[in-house]
């Protein structure tokens, strides 16, 4: 797996595409929400809402988290993004990031 540098993800906006690569599979998705959530400071309530965002759902949804500034670990960056058709571009489309993802043994998707 080549690694993947999450800090990419804060250029993501709302309406960008991405693809992500599990196995020979490709899944497309387009960003529908991002935000920036305080985490250094806040409270245990406020933590664990933040946290509600790793948490399984009911629906299909690629979320990426990481610390935000990258450089530090005062804020979360979350970013969600929904199923989507296939760019009609193809793979190279300009505002489509592309994941490498592995499966586990349990056949669970990670970065």
């Given at each position: 797996m080549a690694g993947i540098d999450l800090k990419r993800a804060s250029q993501n906006e709302v309406g960008d595409?991405?693809?992500?690569?599990?196995g020979e599979q490709t899944y497309y998705y387009m960003v529908s929400q991002k935000m920036i959530l305080k985490e250094k400071g806040e409270s245990p309530h406020i933590r664990?809402?933040?946290a509600k965002w790793i948490a399984p759902t009911q629906d299909e949804r690629l979320t990426m988290v990481t610390c935000w500034p990258y450089t530090n670990n005062t804020?979360?960056?979350?970013v969600v993004s929904s199923p989507a058709p296939p760019p009609r571009h193809g793979p190279h489309h300009?505002?489509?990031q592309s994941l490498r993802m592995r499966e586990n043994l349990?056949?669970?998707a990670f970065l």
């Open positions: 595409r991405v693809q992500v690569y599990v664990r809402e933040n804020h979360r960056l979350v300009p505002t489509l349990s056949g669970e």
